[in-house]
């Protein structure tokens, strides 16, 4: 069963706007989150992450929100830049292992 | 680098074929992870390993599949007779002390086909 779940396949956005990313999760034993970009023929590279103890966390252009009542957090990307079109994937740690659960992936498009 | 290595890049095998995949992880790095990411999909995970030992191998699709990792550092993948099923890109991954505890590192991945 799929417990991370990125609904939205694909996005596009204007470069300078902001990009939102959305993440289900069903599992309530998820302590932790985090965001990888992943560029074709490459592995996924970190981005950011947030403890489910916290609502928000910043890092430069990214942002990611944590709203553990709806069990959804979301990756904003402001301004986006041509370089950010990459796939994302939104992750969890279960609290009592340590490996990731994936979403899917959502393809950002960064359009100039 | 300091980054986790993969090799090979690509495997191309015939159905029935064994195979091996290497994974060099961040040095100093004792948690390292198998995982599989099949064509529009999230990566899902495999083996973790927390030193020599495997620590959890729940995602192991079956016992076709083996991953060892006998001095702690390097791991090698294993899978026999293998099955057009196989087919997808082998991510592995490291994970560090510290501040970044519950990062994970990713390599770039095998890319395995079979015919």
């Known amino acids: 069963d799929q417990q991370v779940k990125q609904n939205s396949p694909s996005l596009s956005v204007q470069e300078g706007r902001i990009s939102i990313l959305n993440c289900d999760y069903t599992?309530?034993?998820?302590?932790?989150f985090l965001w990888y970009k992943k560029y074709p023929a490459e592995g996924p590279t970190f981005l950011i992450s947030?403890?489910?103890?916290?609502d928000k966390n910043e890092d430069g252009r990214f942002t990611v929100f944590l709203n553990k009542s709806a069990k959804h957090l979301s990756l904003h990307i402001v301004p986006s830049q041509p370089g950010d079109s990459a796939v994302y994937f939104c992750a969890a740690k279960h609290r009592n292992d340590y490996k990731l659960s994936f979403g899917a992936g959502t393809t950002v498009t960064v359009r100039a | 680098g300091a980054g986790v290595s993969q090799t090979p890049s690509n495997k191309v095998t015939e159905k029935g074929k064994y195979v091996e995949l290497r994974c060099d992880p961040i040095?100093?790095?004792?948690?390292l992870y198998w995982y599989r990411q099949s064509l529009g999909q999230g990566p899902e995970f495999l083996i973790y390993f927390q030193g020599t030992g495997a620590a959890d191998d729940s995602g192991l699709p079956n016992d076709r599949f083996f991953a060892v990792r006998p001095e702690g550092s390097v791991s090698t993948l294993k899978i026999q007779r293998t099955e057009r099923g196989d087919s997808a890109v082998y991510l592995c991954?490291?994970?560090?002390?510290?501040?970044?505890?519950?990062?994970?590192?990713f390599g770039p991945g095998t890319r395995l086909t079979v015919l």
């Open positions: 947030i403890s489910s103890i916290k």
């Open positions: 991954a490291s994970r560090g002390g510290g501040s970044s505890y519950n990062e994970q590192f």
């Open positions: 599992n309530s034993m998820f302590d932790y």
């Open positions: 040095s100093g790095h004792t948690a």
